[in-house]
């Protein structure tokens, strides 16, 4: 009998020998990766293509400093073990002449621990863009005007290769066809807007813009007429101008052409009857009280310990002068009452660059271009006020005009594809 139960014992003894060294080889094999590509840093946030992690923790933008990590200059919120895709980081503004950032991985601070290990990826070389605005690179390959186009209304044509080109080339030069050849279609598209038939000479077209989203590719464009009193032509004409583009897209993109002066866009965000892939209207100008506007969460600069796509919805409560307060932890503003989710007004707020402790019995003025929404937006992180190093965070309410895209008209149509890709986007 003890010698049966002396050999159980060692059998459990090495199961567990077995199960703890399997455990130990997994747990230090598991790898922290991050992902990342170049890409515009001028635009207050970076995109993490990719992040693994094995432990809790947050992902640390850090400028560069002698070609090292340096300060930090925006932060994910607290991240749990597991995979995540597609991380918009809110940043601050660049240090002048920085064309490097690092990435890094904090695992969450334990107690006693003195330092944190981190995995370092340099980011984000500065890249210069074609055109205004940024945008995609594109190198223009013609900009001129056929008299033998077979058009009837404008047109978008997208080769990625000759044989596709040669649709076009046709109506073009024969130096302007000759360039179309030489191209490297391995590595990018030719991409032809033909503005449709002009009743003279003197009328252009400008791809001045290159957006490309999920499922979708917006070319803004600008199209001229005739300077007044100079002589044209009578004769009928089609303005045209042709890129090459440094672009991969799926098959089965929209390519959409339009002027600055048709104020269309696709929301990649929903709420307030609006729905993820829906084409709206926009308009431009100070928004009033019931107006629903899109805006730029990173330039608005609620996005501290945030991840998410950086555009976001809110209907207008009051515009600047106009006084509201908390009352009973609701925010309230002439009669209309707003009911959150906690009492905020015991918490540290942030408004018109004042900070308050909190809200308790005060009447808050709202400052220029500083408009209130109907909701929480998010927290802003103001650097050094604990030790020097450590950024305290207040919450916000507020959207400012600059921040502001536009102001919602009417929806004019839905892009399926957007829509799809939403659903598959994990932040």
Known sequence: MMKNKTLLYA??????????????????????????????????????????????GYIVVKDSHNGKPGRNIGSSKLLQPGIYRNIAIGTEALRQGTNDL?????????????????????????????????????????????????????????????????????????????????????????????????????????????????????????????????????????????????????????????????????????????????????????????????????KNRNMCLSIGSGVALGRILGVPGETFSFQNGNLQIRTEIVKFDRDYSQQRAIFGGQKYENLVARNIILTNGEYLIDKWVGLECVAGEIGGTVSSVYNRFTVNEEAIIGIIVEKIGHDQQVEEKFWHTVY
């Open 11 to 56: 059998i459990v003894a090495i199961c567990v020998l077995v199960i703890l060294g399997t455990w130990l080889f997994v747990s230090v094999n598991k790898s922290t990766v991050l992902v990342v590509e170049d890409q515009q840093t001028n635009e207050n946030h970076i995109i993490i293509r990719e992040a693994r992690l094995e432990k809790a």
């Open 102 to 298: 690092f990435a890094l991985i904090f695992p969450r601070r334990v107690e006693n621990s003195v330092a944190m290990e981190y995995f370092t990826v340099t980011i984000a070389r500065a890249v210069t863009y074609g055109g205004i605005g940024g945008g995609e690179k594109f190198q223009t390959l013609g900009q001129d005007v056929s008299v033998t186009a077979e058009l009837s209304e404008p047109a978008v044509f997208v080769a990625g290769s000759i044989s596709e080109a040669a649709r076009f080339t046709k109506w073009l030069s024969p130096n302007v066809a000759t360039r179309i050849q030489e191209v490297d279609f391995s590595n990018g598209l030719v991409v032809a807007v033909f503005s449709g038939p002009q009743p003279s000479s003197g009328f252009g077209i400008t791809i001045q813009e290159v957006r490309a989203g999920p499922g979708i590719v917006r070319l803004i464009v600008n199209i001229t007429e005739p300077t007044p009193g100079r002589a044209v032509s009578d004769i009928i004409t089609y303005p045209y101008h042709i890129i090459y583009l440094l672009l991969d897209t799926a098959p089965g993109t929209n390519w959409i052409a339009r002027t600055l002066e048709q104020n269309e866009l696709i929301l990649e965000v929903e709420g307030y009857g609006y729905a993820n892939g829906d084409i709206i209207e926009i308009k431009t100008g100070s928004p009033t009280v019931g107006d629903v506007i899109m805006y730029e969460s990173y």
